[in-house]
């Protein structure tokens, strides 16, 4: 709980000074400076989006927040669809602004492929700098409906509290629907928020 607190102090706070102009941006012509890069690897720290609601959800409890990528239909030979990457894009955007809350990847059946959603979604992400030890897959689903049904399970199991929904703006309203009625049958409480991708 300490450490907790004190990882979302600390997150806020970098976020409050940066934002309020206490740390100031190099000139674009300077050079740069031993030890002064804002680059951890994995972790993209973009000030002004660390103090958008969703930012601000996931900070607030990192091992208890959840970002869900809700997979889509893959071409017949492994092809990723466009959707599929605009959801990856932001996905890895909010895993690399937030490493310390997992991401979840859902999809199941690949047609005749012998690889799930998931699986292929895994590999988007390794592509887009994630660590493999910050995703869990749910492989099984094979619809919307699925998706929030296998991963709110996944999500209770955890103890979380709650997750941002990645998908596509058509898609959003029946997804948010989808996971808030399963949560409600598993009788379990989490706070979902969404996460548009186009």
């Known amino acids: 709980m300490r450490v907790r607190k ?7 706070g970098t ?3 940066t934002s309020a102009g206490m740390v100031a941006a190099p000139p674009a012509d300077a050079a740069p400076v031993a030890g002064s890069s804002m680059d ?3 972790v ?3 000030p002004g989006e660390l103090l958008t609601p969703n930012s601000i959800f996931l900070w607030q409890s990192p091992p208890t927040r959840y970002i869900v990528v809700l997979g889509a239909k893959m071409g017949t030979f492994g092809q990723t669809p ?3 990457n605009q959801r990856l894009d932001v996905a890895s955007r909010l895993a690399k602004q937030h490493p310390f809350n997992r991401v979840v990847v859902s999809g199941g059946d690949t047609w005749w492929l012998p690889v799930s959603e998931a699986q292929f979604m895994n590999l988007g ?3 887009r700098g994630i660590p493999v030890w910050q995703m869990l ?5 094979t619809s919307t409906v699925q998706n929030a049904t296998y991963t709110v399970g996944m999500l209770k199991a955890l103890g979380a509290s709650g997750a941002i929904i990645v998908t596509n703006g058509f898609h959003m309203g029946r997804a948010m629907k989808n996971f ?5 049958k598993q009788h379990v409480r989490l706070d979902f928020r969404p996460a548009y991708a186009g």
């Not at 808030?180 to 409600?184: E, I, L, M, T, W």
């Open 6 to 12: 004190l990882v979302s102090s600390l997150a806020i």
């Open 15 to 17: 976020a409050v000074a």
């Open 40 to 42: 951890f690897g994995s």
């Open 44 to 46: 993209e720290l973009n």
């Open 82 to 84: 466009g959707i599929l």
């Open 125 to 127: 992400l390794i592509r």
């Open 137 to 141: 897959n749910e492989g099984r689903s």
């Open 180 to 184: 808030r009625d399963a949560a409600k």
